[in-house]
């Protein structure tokens, strides 16, 4: 059965303190995997697609990265505003259609 | 301009009623999705339509029932609502089933309604 960990569930950080959360994943062929952002009462937010193992995708302090078993969203210099939950989400092969698989998130709290 | 818009935002109701949720998309986009949030926030497809045609249907009851009059909107009845049923309902959309299901093109999803069964 496809499946995707996201770890840690909770993380605090203080303001300018980098770090990293990792999406681990368990599907019998990636088509791609996908990052959002989802702040309290809002819908998930678009940040990156990744396809293949190596691949490397920045967005300001934010740059997800892929391994053949998981990706890692790395947060660098994070400021208050990147206060969020962050979802990792996978198309696979054996997926019906269009369904994503999402992890259960990782709640990212930073303080200055 | 809100690319996926839902309304109700909140909606708050007693055990047993029928109740409805609508989406609209103006994305232009072929597909669009109705996913659960539950109180863990885990997030679950439930169905998914393409050119208003159902094209994913999972494991969900009966009393959720789906339509899509045109490929911009895409609606969710709720039938003898129980309090199970509580929990944030998302509608998505992108833009081609089949590069999509390649992964080749992006979900985007709108505000949530948050549904209290009582």
């Known amino acids: 059965e496809d499946q995707v960990t996201q770890s840690p569930e909770a993380l605090r950080l203080q303001e300018g303190e980098s770090s990293s959360l990792n999406c681990s994943y368990t599907?019998?062929?990636?088509?791609?995997l996908f990052w959002y952002r989802q702040d309290p009462g809002k819908g998930p937010e678009f940040l990156f697609t990744?396809?293949?193992a190596g691949e490397e995708k920045e967005k300001e302090r934010l740059k997800a990265t892929l391994t053949k078993k998981e990706s890692f969203l790395h947060i660098t210099a994070p400021k208050p505003e990147d206060s969020a939950t962050y979802l990792c989400a996978v198309q696979a092969v054996d997926q019906a259609g269009t369904a994503l698989i999402f992890g259960k998130g990782t709640t990212l709290s930073v303080s200055s | 301009d809100t690319a996926v818009s839902q309304t109700p935002k909140y909606l708050v109701t007693q055990m047993g009623n029928d109740k409805s949720i609508k989406c609209e998309q103006n994305?232009?986009?072929?597909?669009m999705y109705w996913y659960k949030q539950d109180s863990k926030k885990f997030l679950k497809i439930m169905f998914s339509y393409n050119n208003k045609e159902l094209i994913i249907n999972e494991t969900v009851p009966n009393r959720f029932s789906p339509k899509s009059p045109d490929k911009a909107h895409l609606n969710l009845h709720i039938n003898s609502l129980e309090l199970g049923d509580s929990a944030v309902y998302f509608c998505?959309?992108?833009?081609?089933?089949?590069?999509?299901?390649?992964?080749?093109?992006?979900?985007?999803f709108g505000p949530g309604t948050r549904l209290l069964v009582l």
């Open positions: 998505a959309s992108s833009q081609d089933a089949f590069r999509t299901a390649l992964g080749k093109e992006t979900q985007y």
């Open positions: 990744l396809y293949s």
């Open positions: 994305l232009g986009h072929d597909t």
């Open positions: 599907v019998s062929g990636l088509r791609g």
